[in-house]
């Protein structure tokens, strides 16, 4: 069983910019590079709770459940695909966040 990223699907560092895919990035880490997988899936522990406490959006947190639960199993890949359905939400959300209070755009996991 192999597993790939299309090129268009592989996040580089400087493009996450938001709590999401800071979150793919560290997932993504743990796909292609078996030997810092160790050290991604602590930085995932991390985050997870940081980003289910800032996200209210129960589509957004039931998706982060999910991506927990398929990391736990070993389903790496599927959880980078169920991070990338939620890009459009969180697009919207930080938006309106940015409406609200053009001087604050949340950049990393836990900014508010």
Avoid: C, W
């Avoid at 996040?11 to 810092?36: C, D, H, R, W």
């Amino acid at each position: 069983e192999v597993q790939f990223l299309l090129e268009s699907h592989v996040l580089q560092p400087e493009e996450a910019s938001t709590p999401l895919k800071q979150l793919y990035f560290i997932v993504q880490v743990m796909l292609m590079n078996p030997q810092g997988a160790a050290d991604a899936r602590d930085m995932f522990r991390r985050s997870l709770p940081l980003l289910l406490a800032n996200f209210q959006n129960e589509q957004v947190r039931s998706t982060l459940k999910q991506v927990d639960r398929l990391v736990g199993e070993g389903h790496v890949f599927e959880a980078l695909k169920a991070i990338r359905s939620l890009y459009p939400l969180e697009r919207a959300i930080l938006g309106a966040q940015q409406d609200d209070n053009p001087a604050v755009m949340p950049l990393a996991v836990g900014a508010r």
